[in-house]
């Protein structure tokens, strides 16, 4: 297993229920994670990430959803509120994480360390706004970043070759 595959297995976060677990749950897997929020324009993604997740979990693909509110104040809930959100408003059957910080002092150390690794426009590590995507591939490897406006029908063919 590569260091990189290692270092983003072994961290640890938490699920929206309250649960605190580490990623290594999905070892072997092809790991899309997105910073996400409830109000913002990019919301209806969801729909798009919901139809990747039921269209290729079987071959190995699972979105990881993280709520952040560090974007204009667009995700303000409570854990419970945002999973209702995604449960109601886009039937989300793919994991979602509790209420993280992507940017900063205080960013998580998954996005600390993917954004290092997958630096944005102009080599830049701070994400800039909410529905960033990171792809990586069932060995370790960070294989892109992709800007809050690739929809996940925009992005599919790309990550095809990797499932």
Known sequence: ?????NH????SVTRNNGTVTTLQEFAGKSLLIV????????????????????????????I???????FGGQEPGTEEE???FCTINYKISFPIFAKINVNGSEAHPLFAYI????????????IKWNFTKFFIS????????????????KIEKEILPYL
Do not use: H, W
């Open 138 to 153: 069932k060995d370790g490897a960070i294989i892109r970043r992709f800007a809050p406006q690739d929809t996940p029908e």
């Open 115 to 126: 954004t290092a690794q997958a630096p944005g426009l102009l080599g830049t590590k701070k």
């Open 8 to 11: 983003i297995l072994s961290q």
């Open 1 to 5: 297993m590569s260091v990189e595959m």
């Open 64 to 70: 990881l959803g993280f709520p952040c509110n560090q």
């Open 35 to 62: 910073n996400t929020a409830s109000q913002c324009g990019y919301t209806p993604q969801y729909k798009g990430l919901e139809t990747l997740y039921q269209l290729y979990k079987d071959k190995g693909l699972v």
């Open 82 to 84: 945002i999973a209702e």
